[in-house]
């Protein structure tokens, strides 16, 4: 499942996520599940053809990752592996950052770093000009429906309905709607 929430140079996707690291650091060996945010770069495309033609729109580069992830054999809801990528270097998140408010309520920390997007680029290192004073509002706006979506998301992965491994799971494999 992939929910991609748009606003004027940026948007937000979520989408829920198995993963098996091949190469895990460790204390994070074994499978994960979860749901996976992006705050990602929007590129509008040119018309394809008269000015009534729809629009391409690209989902570009991330700007930062955060991973809602539990091991595939904790509790469901223990959020064991939850962490978040303040640093990606072009299309590559940098080292997993584990927050104890973060793991311990993972969509009070999402709602309150949401509403604060100028926050989130300065720690992340992001220039504010990449974004426009329309993607502050409305993410600011939005941040309850998308933490809402994240928490539907959840409750597929630990129902067992989302987040599962892939029909022909090899030994490192990744299973998610589309990040």
């Known amino acids: ?3 991609v929430f748009g606003f004027d140079r940026i948007g937000v996707a979520v989408s829920d996520i198995y993963f098996l690291d091949p190469d895990p650091i460790k204390g994070q060996e074994g499978a994960e599940r979860g749901v996976r945010l992006e705050l990602r770069k929007l590129d509008p495309g040119e018309l394809k053809g008269s000015i009534y033609s729809a629009r391409p729109i690209t989902v ?5 990752r955060v991973d809602l992830l539990e091991s595939v054999n904790s509790t469901p809801g ?18 997993r950052v584990f927050d104890k408010e973060l793991s311990g309520e993972p969509l009070k920390w999402l ?14 290192g992001v220039d504010r000009g990449e974004v426009s004073p329309a993607d502050v509002a409305g993410l600011r706006e939005r941040a309850q429906e998308i933490v809402e979506t994240v928490a539907r998301l959840l409750d597929g992965v630990h129902s067992g309905a989302l987040a599962t491994p892939p029909d022909d799971a090899p030994a490192t494999s990744v299973r998610a709607s589309w990040l």
């Not at 570009?60 to 930062?64: D, K, V």
């Not at 223990?78 to 080292?95: A, L, M, N």
């Open 78 to 95: 223990s959020f064991d592996r939850t962490h978040h990528h303040p640093g990606i270097d072009g299309w590559e998140p940098g080292r």
């Open 1 to 3: 499942m992939l929910y």
């Open 111 to 124: 709602s309150s770093r949401l509403a604060d997007l100028e926050g989130v680029l300065d720690e992340v």
């Open 60 to 64: 570009e580069r991330p700007l930062w």
